[in-house]
């Protein structure tokens, strides 16, 4: 690990077209960590989103593809990459291409979000077409902090799902399978409500399904908790004055309760009798209200012993951090040594000096190659001589170093 790159996971090269606001731009990178300052609007956060596309999924914004094309454009992007990766050396290609309709090419985009499945994201692999983006997990792992984020412990619980399941997503790839099935036969379950279908063999099937894709689901998110909960006491162990107090987390839901008391066969058929016994119920919710999408992630401030939901911001944003570092300390063990990269947007907010220079440590012992963002390039004076350093201005990228 470190900066001559040995057994860690960094992008060298990065090329964007017609992305954001990107008309073009390459940026030539080594593998330490990469410090992008520049004013509110230049483009720092779309350049950390264009690296977050290099895994599986819709990236750290999560929006429609045809919504990141850059407005001036011919309507498609692209975003290439060399890289360092869990496969060896390999260059890695992703975008919107396909003719855009005409209404798209006359910038009217009503009906974006239809043509996305019109028009797909293609990814390539040292030149070669993959059928999805899901074989990206065999190359890279990226870990991403978003300032969206700061209100994890005080937003709603699919907030901490989500985020819950992305860390899952890390360890095993398959888990977005899963949790597909079960949401579509759930999706088919409430449809059936909806219309007023009471045939026992129809529902029965779907949640059969639900029952047993549910519980996988909930068995994952168990053993991602013990994973992290682990790592988490040995870091407490190992710094117990970190800057970054160690959290106190548990799953509560009804599955995961299910799962702690019965094997999981037992915990599929409970599941599936309780889905049998609420339609009536479920009917007239609307929507199915037992399952592993109605589970949480509680969490606690250790050291205070409080919910986190109840400290202050920038404790939050401390717990926040240091779950994060766990969980890329999780994966550096689990890929021997490999840290994934780390995309940290708008990181220095809310971080006093102590432990903006604390995080800088963790990265750097870590070897993780992490793309950090800010304003304010002074906030990163601690990372002087130890990391890249770039301008952003109107959709322009520059090296300061």
Same mark, same amino acid.
């Given at each position: 690990?470190?900066?001559? =790159? ?9 090329? !964007? ?40 999924? #819709?990236?750290?914004?999560? $929006? ?10 011919? =309507? ?12 060896? *050396?390999?260059?890695?290609?992703? =975008? ?35 059928? &999805?983006?899901?074989?990206? /997990? ?18 709603? /619980?699919?907030?901490?799902? +989500? ?10 790839? &398959? ?10 036969? *759930?999706?088919? +379950?409430?449809? !059936? ?22 519980? %996988? ?7 991602? $908790?013990?994973?992290? $909960? ?66 949480? !992630?509680? $969490? ?15 404790? #939050? ?19 021997? &040594? ?12 809310h971080l006093d000096a102590a432990r903006r220079a604390a995080l800088f440590d963790e990265i750097l012992r870590l070897g993780a190659q992490a793309w950090m963002t800010g304003t304010d390039e002074n906030a990163f ?13 109107? &959709?322009?990228? %520059?090296?300061?170093?």
């Amino acid at each position: 690990m470190g900066s001559d =790159g040995a057994n860690s996971l960094w992008v060298e090269r990065l090329g !964007l077209t017609n992305f954001r606001s990107y008309a073009a731009a390459t940026v030539e990178a080594d593998a330490r960590p990469q410090v992008i300052a520049g004013s509110n609007g230049s483009g720092k956060t779309n350049l950390l989103e264009a690296l977050s596309l290099l895994s599986p999924g #819709q990236g750290m914004r999560r $929006v429609p593809f045809v919504d990141l094309v850059r407005a001036q454009g011919d =309507g498609n992007f692209a975003i290439s990459a060399r890289a360092h990766t869990l496969s060896g *050396m390999a260059s890695i290609g992703t =975008g919107l291409q396909g003719r855009p309709t005409s209404q798209q090419a006359d910038g009217d985009f009503s009906e974006r979000n239809s043509r996305t499945s019109e028009r797909g994201r293609i990814v390539r692999i040292d030149g070669t077409t993959q059928s &999805g983006s899901g074989v990206l /997990a065999d190359y890279l792992e990226i870990v991403w902090v978003t300032p969206a984020m700061d209100g994890l412990f005080t937003g709603p /619980a699919s907030e901490r799902r +989500r985020f819950l399941d992305r860390l899952i997503l890390c360890f095993d790839p &398959g888990y977005r399978t899963i949790a597909g099935r079960f949401e579509r036969a *759930m999706t088919s +379950r409430n449809r !059936l409500l909806a219309d007023g279908v009471r045939e026992n063999a129809q529902l029965a099937g779907f949640e059969r399904v639900m029952a047993e894709n549910g519980v %996988a689901v909930a068995a994952a998110r168990l053993e991602a $908790v013990a994973a992290m $909960v682990e790592i988490v006491e040995r870091r407490r162990e190992r710094d117990p004055n970190s800057a970054f107090p160690w959290a106190a987390f548990r799953l509560e839901g009804s599955l995961e309760d299910s799962l702690r008391r019965v094997s999981a066969i037992e915990a599929e058929d409970d599941y599936a009798r309780v889905l049998s016994e609420t339609r009536d119920r479920d009917r007239g919710a609307g929507r199915t209200l037992d399952g592993p999408h109605r589970s949480d !992630l509680i $969490v606690e401030h250790g050291p205070k012993a409080v919910a986190a939901r109840h400290s202050s911001t920038g404790e #939050q944003k401390a717990l926040l951090l240091g779950l994060v570092l766990a969980h890329a300390e999780l994966l550096t063990e689990r890929q021997e &040594g490999a840290a994934p990269i780390l995309l940290l947007d708008e990181i220095t907010a809310h971080l006093d000096a102590a432990r903006r220079a604390a995080l800088f440590d963790e990265i750097l012992r870590l070897g993780a190659q992490a793309w950090m963002t800010g304003t304010d390039e002074n906030a990163f004076d601690a990372l002087a001589g130890r990391a890249g350093f770039w301008r952003v201005e109107e &959709g322009k990228i %520059a090296s300061r170093t």
